[in-house]
């Protein structure tokens, strides 16, 4: 179960020391795009760093990476037990997010790495990472509607949560394209601290050139806070501006917008899109980059999509499909680590298909048999788009068939 709250997580590291300096990124959407984008540049400038971004995606370790490469197993497990050791010794009763951040700064802190790239798991004010003792730069990303029943029912109160990551004396880089009423509050928030607002701001940093033709507008948006905030980390670093984005351009950040190539599982020979947006704000994305992309070739597009149980899916699905569309419901597999984590029934996610009053051409049952919706997509598509979406973890799931 989730259980915010910095009680445990501090007990828990109270004796672990954490010489590394910290860039922590708050917000709704493009967290873990930043965490990516900032990593690529810090080891172009060849600075030591560790990542640590949630959820995982294949194995449970690989949320934790040294210097662009996942810790081994092994490692992982080593500082795991350490750290559940020390939970059960102090009968500190610490959540499994609580216990793996404690487990990453761990390995951060034997690896000696100079900067700490972490990525908040849910909200920020309360959330687990925010245990960081040596911030030097914190990033607060696009704010959307999440995760309401923690973090409260509006955009503002949800930007007061997000900016508790922020730190007295340490600046703080901002996505200018929020609304001005969650500016004002980090603003606000940030002045009490008497900490400053950098906002990343497109209209006045356009990347224009073959940057602009690369990328959507929104992982421009994610990248110029990288940008921006690799300029406060490191402001020494011996690369141009153009330099920098390009190298960020280029990081890999599976799961979002990925293409990827399932014939030796499907026979497919076209590349399947596959995105873990899951909600409104990120359906949107991926909404716009499908009717720009993909929708050009005027076929339908078949889904094979996913959610997590008690996910609000109507408005994603709203956003998403269209009148003509192919749609197979899946429920993705148990997820390592995080037992509270249920998928939605596949008949549910079908009947809020059926609610959005778009008229679906066909549709699939699949289950839990992942593979045999996204057999079923791969032939009712018959060569026109496939996209796969509305989960983290059913992303989770196609890697690992791939890698199977």
Same mark, same amino acid.
């Given at each position: 179960?989730?259980?915010?709250?910095?009680?445990?997580?501090?007990?828990?590291?109270?004796?672990?020391?954490?010489?590394?300096?910290?860039?922590? &990124?708050?917000?709704?959407? $493009?967290?873990?795009?930043?965490?990516?984008?900032?990593?690529?540049?810090?080891?172009?400038?060849?600075?030591?760093?560790?990542?640590?971004?949630?959820?995982?995606?294949?194995?449970?370790?690989?949320?934790?990476?040294?210097?662009?490469?996942?810790?081994?197993?092994?490692?992982?497990?080593? %500082?795991?037990?350490?750290?559940?050791?020390?939970?059960?010794?102090?009968?500190?009763?610490?959540?499994?997010?609580?216990?793996?951040?404690?487990? =990453?700064?761990?390995?951060?802190?034997?690896?000696?790495?100079?900067?700490?790239?972490?990525?908040?798991?849910?909200? $920020?004010?309360?959330?687990?990472?925010? +245990?960081?003792?040596?911030?030097?730069?914190?990033?607060?990303?696009?704010?959307?509607?999440?995760?309401?029943? %923690?973090?409260?029912?509006?955009?503002?109160?949800?930007?007061?949560?997000?900016?508790?990551?922020?730190?007295?004396? &340490?600046?703080?880089?901002?996505?200018?394209?929020?609304?001005? !009423?969650?500016? #004002?509050?980090?603003? !606000?928030?940030?002045?009490?601290?008497?900490?400053?607002?950098?906002?990343?701001?497109?209209?006045?940093?356009? %990347?224009?050139?073959?940057?602009?033709?690369?990328?959507? @507008?929104?992982?421009? @948006?994610?990248?110029?806070?990288?940008?921006?905030?690799?300029?406060? =980390?490191?402001?020494?670093? /011996?690369?141009?501006?153009?330099?920098?984005?390009?190298?960020?351009?280029?990081?890999?950040?599976?799961?979002?917008?990925?293409?990827?190539?399932? @014939?030796?599982?499907?026979?497919?020979?076209?590349?399947?899109?596959?995105?873990? =947006?899951?909600?409104?704000?990120?359906?949107?994305?991926?909404?716009?980059?499908?009717?720009?992309?993909?929708?050009?070739?005027?076929?339908?597009?078949?889904?094979?999509?996913? +959610?997590?149980?008690?996910?609000?899916?109507?408005?994603?699905?709203?956003?998403?499909?269209?009148? /003509?569309?192919?749609?197979?419901? &899946?429920?993705?597999?148990?997820?390592?680590?995080?037992?509270?984590?249920?998928?939605?029934?596949?008949?549910?996610?079908?009947?809020?298909?059926?609610?959005?009053?778009?008229?679906?051409? #066909?549709?699939?049952?699949?289950?839990?048999?992942?593979? @045999? $919706?996204?057999?079923?997509?791969?032939?009712?598509? $018959? /060569?026109?788009?496939?996209?796969?979406?509305?989960?983290?973890?059913?992303?989770?799931?196609?890697?690992?068939?791939?890698?199977?």
């Amino acid at each position: 179960m989730i259980e915010l709250g910095l009680a445990r997580i501090t007990a828990l590291l109270k004796n672990t020391t954490q010489t590394w300096k910290a860039i922590h &990124v708050a917000g709704t959407n $493009g967290k873990g795009s930043i965490c990516a984008y900032l990593n690529a540049m810090l080891r172009a400038s060849r600075v030591s760093c560790g990542r640590f971004t949630s959820p995982h995606l294949v194995d449970r370790w690989d949320c934790i990476t040294i210097n662009d490469s996942p810790v081994p197993e092994a490692q992982f497990r080593h %500082f795991e037990e350490l750290v559940k050791r020390r939970n059960q010794e102090e009968n500190l009763n610490a959540s499994e997010f609580e216990l793996l951040t404690a487990t =990453a700064f761990e390995i951060f802190e034997a690896e000696k790495v100079e900067f700490g790239v972490v990525e908040v798991g849910l909200g $920020g004010r309360l959330d687990a990472t925010n +245990a960081l003792k040596h911030k030097t730069v914190t990033i607060i990303s696009k704010i959307g509607l999440d995760h309401q029943s %923690f973090l409260g029912n509006t955009l503002e109160e949800i930007a007061l949560q997000k900016a508790g990551i922020i730190r007295p004396g &340490v600046p703080c880089v901002v996505d200018a394209s929020n609304p001005p !009423s969650v500016l #004002d509050v980090i603003r !606000s928030q940030a002045k009490s601290l008497d900490s400053s607002v950098r906002l990343a701001d497109l209209r006045y940093n356009g %990347f224009g050139g073959e940057l602009s033709e690369q990328l959507e @507008q929104h992982q421009q @948006q994610n990248l110029l806070c990288a940008y921006e905030a690799f300029h406060l =980390a490191y402001p020494h670093h /011996g690369m141009s501006m153009h330099e920098l984005l390009s190298v960020g351009a280029n990081a890999i950040w599976p799961g979002r917008l990925q293409p990827i190539d399932i @014939q030796k599982v499907t026979g497919r020979v076209q590349p399947v899109l596959l995105d873990g =947006a899951h909600n409104p704000q990120s359906a949107g994305v991926l909404s716009a980059f499908v009717e720009k992309r993909l929708r050009a070739s005027n076929k339908p597009v078949t889904w094979v999509l996913a +959610a997590s149980a008690g996910k609000d899916i109507l408005e994603i699905f709203k956003v998403l499909l269209r009148d /003509g569309d192919n749609v197979a419901a &899946v429920e993705f597999g148990p997820v390592d680590g995080m037992p509270w984590v249920r998928p939605m029934k596949s008949a549910a996610i079908l009947q809020t298909v059926d609610d959005t009053g778009i008229s679906i051409q #066909d549709r699939q049952d699949a289950q839990a048999d992942v593979a @045999q $919706g996204l057999n079923w997509a791969s032939k009712v598509s $018959g /060569g026109g788009p496939l996209v796969v979406a509305g989960s983290l973890y059913l992303v989770s799931d196609i890697l690992k068939i791939l890698r199977a």
